[in-house]
């Protein structure tokens, strides 16, 4: 079985500064790892994965995660944040092999201010 | 080149009525899978089908729910009965064959009265 925990539930940021959204997996194989993004009543959006190729993965929009085994962790990161990235983020890990079921974590607001 | 696409957008169902909802995948992609949120919650997998073909409903429950992939057509999931507890996002995404990511639909909003 595998599973995400995201470790804040709420992160507020001034715009410009970085973003820190932490996440960690726990998984009995090689996991695929995700993250998506959910505006408010909209649906969600892939914003980069991580299958086992390089470890820092870049994604859409200016983020960018890095996949660390020796600390479970796959944590997103943006240097700069903007208005428009205030949003929900998920936390997602897959099953075994291609073509799995997803499972969530439980999210992260992340809320930009002036 | 249309995303996943799903109606309606926004359903309101008394108790005891019965609810459907569309799922039509990606162009290309055979594989539908439909998850549940909950409000203030993250999304939990319900189902995943092929074509024709049920592959894991493990986190379907038991009773009222169902899903189908018809070799012709969208995905429909049936809620037969609705409970106010079924009100939810109910989201569809697709993939393709070999693929790790999915690519999710904007959602239906069922509201139980």
């Known amino acids: 079985a595998q599973s995400v925990t995201q470790l804040d539930s709420h992160v507020s940021v001034s715009e410009g500064t970085p973003v820190l959204l932490r996440c960690n997996y726990s998984s009995s194989y090689s996991p695929s790892l995700f993250w998506y993004v959910q505006h408010p009543n909209k649906g969600l959006q892939l914003l980069l994965k991580?299958?086992?190729?390089?470890?820092l993965v870049k994604g859409i929009n200016g983020f960018e995660a890095e996949f660390k085994k020796s600390e479970t962790s796959f944590h997103l990161t943006k240097p700069s944040a903007h208005m428009s990235d205030a949003a929900e983020y998920f936390c997602v890990v897959s099953g075994s092999g291609t073509a799995s079921k997803l499972t969530f974590g439980t999210g992260t607001r992340l809320q930009v201010t002036l | 080149n249309a995303g996943v696409m799903q109606n309606p957008r926004h359903l309101v169902r008394r108790r005891g009525q019965e609810a459907r909802l569309r799922c039509s995948p990606m162009?290309?992609?055979?594989?539908v899978y439909w998850y549940r949120q909950l409000p203030e919650e993250g999304l939990k997998f319900m189902v995943y089908l092929q074509k024709e073909n049920i592959i894991d409903e493990s986190g379907m429950p038991k009773e009222r729910f169902s899903a189908e992939f018809p070799k012709e057509g969208p995905s429909i999931l049936r809620i037969q009965q609705v409970v106010r507890g079924d009100s939810a996002a109910y989201f569809c995404?697709?993939?393709?064959?070999?693929?790790?990511?999915?690519?999710f639909g904007p959602g239906t909003r069922l509201t139980v009265t």
């Open positions: 991580y299958t086992s190729a390089a470890t």
């Open positions: 995404a697709s993939g393709g064959r070999g693929a790790y990511e999915q690519y």
């Open positions: 162009k290309g992609h055979s594989h």
